[in-house]
């Protein structure tokens, strides 16, 4: 049984930091690409980082370059988000996600390549 469990949300002041969490299993997690998504009320569900499953490249948009960092720790079967300085556009609900492939890269970066999701973690940053 595959499970998805995002955790570490928050209320934050503006320029604060937080670090999400995401573990798994029974998914294979040292062989997917990896995703963190949110979603704000009323707004389309977009990505802020993706992880190649080895760890070795990584996706930003530009929304969050130099202030997101995605990282994963195989062994653990666990994912991580540290954002710094946070803006209160960045508050959303904050959504884990695997590859449904194998090996994949994150070329084409989008919800729909992703078929394995967790419940999300509300992260509110504060002006």
């Known amino acids: 049984q595959v499970q998805v469990v995002e955790s570490g949300g928050g209320l934050v002041q503006a320029g604060g930091s937080l670090r999400l969490s995401c573990t798994t299993s029974g998914l294979a997690f040292a062989t997917r690409a990896m995703g963190w998504f949110r979603q704000a009320p009323g707004k389309e569900r977009e990505g802020v980082s993706c992880i190649i499953w080895s760890g070795g490249s990584t996706y930003y948009p530009d929304s969050v370059k130099g202030r997101f960092t995605v990282s994963r720790d195989n062994n653990a079967n666990t994912l991580y988000l540290q954002m710094n300085n946070l803006k209160p556009e960045d508050t959303a609900m904050y959504y884990c996600?695997?590859?449904?492939?194998?090996?994949?890269?994150?070329?084409?970066?989008?919800?729909?390549?992703?078929?394995?999701w967790g419940q999300g973690t509300q992260v509110t940053v504060s002006s």
């Open positions: 996600a695997a590859d449904s492939n194998f090996y994949s890269s994150c070329m084409n970066f989008s919800p729909d390549r992703f078929g394995y």
